[in-house]
């Protein structure tokens, strides 16, 4: 255990865990029930090692919370973030601290900010990811051969879509509804089209606001998931209605309502839930998004708003191979880890150590885009899909598109 060590090493240089030390770290978070207790049996070790105590206060309104106890002047010691865009924003604020040599390689890339100072550093950890640009279906559905043919790295997206559309009327899976949220699942698909169609340097340039949403590459990607809403099941009362966990549902219905449902790491729990209790690698499977090599992730994030050694102690164990371990060997977690030094074979189930295997391999990761964006610009961003949605026309796609470089235009990024 050279993780644990190292920090109680530090911990007797710090005083953290001596007398008079800082002996506690708070945290706060969203997750509640089984996701608290996957996080509190994470923290057992550090605490038995250290002698620091975790105190996680965990609640739903976490965002609400952290933004009220920020106002007040006591925020927590640390905090788990939903997205790059609530992290770059509290950095730009001031009110987040550097992780230094807690964010490493690629974790580091994906959670860089600029702080107040103008200078850009890691500012949190993935503490959980989720890998996103995956399709699955149903093994018995699809002709012979067909998964296999969709397996081979060197397909395009265009023939890639042209084996799905042949397998039925209705070949795709697409729920937009989830509460307050509606409209993400959406976002997921524009950004994996933009992401492997015109690779990451385009990508870039959107998510920070330097490239326009009327460009070419953008409309495409609109255009080419204008294409998927006309090719997908409506459900129950149509995709804007459906629920985005139980639009893949309809996979294992006989006849099949549809044949690919594109969804991350977490949809087998969904799966789980339908009537059919299918079972993963047997009745249900995914192959990547076409365009090997490149994926998309979400993730949980951790950031520290107040500089204590005890904080420090926690997020250096944090992104540790034995605190992350806790998550990816839960089974039905769904969470997967950017550190390296966890091989796909510590995973549970052969499904989960593939995308592990994808995860592993790809020469790029980028982070979910709406999530990396201004809240405003992602809250443009879901309401835009839905207009599309209702209506994918060419004709309607030039105002929506023009709508949205107006947002752009009008809101600070991160540099």
Same mark, same amino acid.
């Not at 070949?171 to 509804?177: A, D, F, I, N």
């Not at 340039?205 to 998931?225: D, H, Q």
């Given at each position: 255990?050279?993780?644990?060590?190292?920090?109680?090493l530090?911990?007797?240089?710090?005083?953290?865990?001596?007398p008079?030390?800082?002996?506690?770290?708070?945290v706060?978070g969203?997750?509640?029930?089984?996701?608290r207790?996957?996080?509190?049996?994470?923290l057992r070790?550090?605490?038995?090692?250290t002698g620091i105590?975790v105190?996680?206060?965990?609640?739903?309104d976490?965002?609400?919370?952290?933004?009220?106890?920020?106002?007040?002047?006591?925020?927590?010691?640390t905090?788990?973030?939903?997205?790059?865009?609530?992290?770059?924003?509290?950095a730009?604020?001031?009110?987040?601290?550097?992780?230094?040599?807690?964010?490493?390689?690629?974790?580091?890339?994906?959670?860089?900010?600029?702080?107040p100072?103008?200078?850009?550093? *890691?500012?949190?950890?993935?503490?959980?990811?989720?890998?996103?640009?995956?399709?699955?279906y149903?093994?018995?559905?699809l002709?012979?051969?067909?998964?296999?043919?969709?397996?081979?790295?060197?397909?395009?997206?265009?023939?890639?879509?042209?084996?799905?559309?042949g397998?039925?009327d209705?070949?795709?899976?697409?729920?937009?509804?989830?509460?307050?949220?509606?409209?993400?699942?959406?976002?997921?698909w524009? #950004?994996d089209?933009?992401?492997?169609?015109s690779? *990451?340097?385009?990508?870039?340039?959107?998510v920070?606001?330097?490239?326009?949403?009327?460009?070419?590459?953008?409309?495409r990607?609109?255009e080419?998931?204008g294409?998927?809403?006309r090719?997908?099941?409506?459900?129950?009362?149509?995709?804007?209605?459906?629920?985005?966990?139980e639009?893949g549902?309809?996979?294992?219905?006989?006849p *099949?309502g549809?044949r690919f449902?594109?969804?991350?790491s977490?949809? *087998?729990?969904?799966?789980?839930?339908?009537?059919?209790?299918?079972?993963?690698?047997?009745?249900?499977?995914?192959?990547?998004?076409p365009?090997?090599?490149?994926?998309?992730?979400?993730g949980?994030?951790?950031?520290?708003?107040?500089?204590?050694?005890?904080?420090?102690?926690?997020?250096?164990?944090?992104t540790?191979?034995?605190?992350?371990?806790?998550?990816?060997?839960?089974a039905?977690?769904?969470?997967?880890?950017?550190?390296?030094?966890?091989?796909? #074979?510590?995973?549970?189930?052969d499904?989960s150590?593939?995308?592990?295997?994808?995860?592993?391999?790809?020469?790029?990761?980028?982070?979910?885009?709406?999530?990396?964006?201004?809240?405003?610009m992602?809250?443009?961003f879901?309401h835009?899909?839905?207009?599309?949605?209702?209506?994918?026309?060419?004709?309607?796609?030039?105002?929506?598109?023009?709508a949205?470089?107006?947002?752009?235009?009008?809101?600070?990024f991160?540099?």
């Amino acid at each position: 255990m050279r993780t644990v060590m190292a920090l109680v090493l530090l911990c007797a240089l710090t005083a953290c865990g001596g007398p008079g030390g800082d002996r506690t770290v708070t945290v706060l978070g969203s997750w509640t029930g089984a996701e608290r207790d996957a996080f509190v049996e994470m923290l057992r070790e550090f605490e038995r090692d250290t002698g620091i105590d975790v105190r996680y206060s965990g609640t739903r309104d976490a965002r609400a919370v952290l933004a009220s106890e920020l106002h007040d002047g006591h925020p927590p010691d640390t905090a788990v973030l939903a997205n790059p865009g609530d992290l770059r924003a509290y950095a730009a604020d001031g009110h987040l601290r550097p992780v230094g040599s807690a964010s490493r390689g690629l974790t580091a890339e994906l959670t860089a900010a600029t702080g107040p100072d103008g200078v850009r550093r *890691p500012y949190g950890i993935v503490l959980k990811a989720s890998v996103k640009s995956l399709v699955w279906y149903n093994p018995d559905t699809l002709p012979g051969g067909l998964a296999e043919r969709l397996n081979d790295p060197s397909l395009t997206w265009d023939e890639f879509a042209t084996a799905v559309s042949g397998t039925a009327d209705t070949p795709w899976c697409l729920g937009l509804e989830d509460t307050s949220q509606s409209g993400w699942p959406g976002t997921d698909w524009i #950004e994996d089209l933009l992401l492997h169609l015109s690779g *990451p340097e385009v990508y870039d340039a959107w998510v920070s606001g330097r490239l326009a949403w009327t460009a070419p590459e953008v409309r495409r990607a609109w255009e080419e998931f204008g294409t998927v809403v006309r090719g997908a099941h409506d459900g129950n009362g149509g995709v804007l209605l459906t629920g985005y966990g139980e639009a893949g549902g309809w996979m294992f219905a006989d006849p *099949p309502g549809c044949r690919f449902d594109h969804a991350g790491s977490f949809i *087998p729990a969904f799966y789980a839930q339908a009537a059919q209790r299918p079972r993963p690698g047997t009745d249900f499977d995914f192959v990547p998004f076409p365009g090997r090599g490149t994926v998309e992730i979400g993730g949980d994030l951790l950031g520290m708003f107040r500089d204590t050694p005890a904080a420090r102690a926690l997020v250096e164990y944090l992104t540790s191979a034995e605190a992350q371990r806790t998550w990816v060997e839960r089974a039905g977690s769904g969470a997967y880890s950017l550190n390296r030094e966890i091989p796909p #074979e510590d995973y549970p189930g052969d499904v989960s150590r593939r995308i592990a295997a994808l995860l592993a391999g790809a020469r790029t990761v980028r982070f979910d885009a709406s999530d990396s964006m201004p809240s405003v610009m992602a809250a443009a961003f879901n309401h835009a899909v839905l207009e599309y949605a209702a209506d994918p026309a060419a004709e309607r796609l030039d105002a929506i598109l023009a709508a949205l470089d107006k947002v752009r235009r009008t809101t600070e990024f991160d540099a």
